[in-house]
């Protein structure tokens, strides 16, 4: 079973920047789809970015231009670098990775960090 550490959550003002890394236990696969979710208090979590295995991304419309995604399979590391910050980015950060089963007998992975907290002041 995969586990997953996130870290480089924190507090900065409006306007100011962090990054998020997220750090697999095991081997990141080519095939295998990392995400970033977020969830602001008392609502549900989102998806915010996502990286495929051929290099492709998907954006929250909020975070686009603002947000990057990057993965580095070979540091089996995925990082989030946020720019642009604003009062509404305010959240818990969770990394997520899905991919096929690793075995004929074995189910798909669906694996969560613990997460990261993210304060944006105004």
């Known amino acids: 079973q995969v586990r997953l550490m996130e870290s480089g959550g924190g507090v900065v003002q409006a306007g100011g920047s962090l990054r998020l890394s997220c750090v697999a236990s095991?081997?990141?696969?080519?095939?295998?789809?990392m995400g970033w979710y977020r969830q602001a208090p008392g609502k549900q979590r989102e998806l915010v970015a996502t990286?495929?295995?051929?290099?492709?991304?998907t954006y929250l419309d909020s975070v686009k231009g603002r947000f990057t995604i990057s993965r580095d399979n070979a540091e089996n590391t995925v990082y989030l670098q946020m720019n642009g910050l604003k009062p509404d980015d305010t959240g818990v950060y969770y990394c997520?990775?899905?991919?096929?089963?690793?075995?004929?007998?074995?189910?798909?992975?669906?694996?969560w960090g613990q997460g990261t907290l993210v304060t944006v002041s105004s």
């Open positions: 990286h495929t295995a051929y290099g492709g991304t």
């Open positions: 997520n990775l899905r991919g096929p089963p690793p075995c004929i007998e074995c189910n798909a992975i669906d694996a």
């Open positions: 095991k081997n990141i696969r080519r095939s295998d789809v």
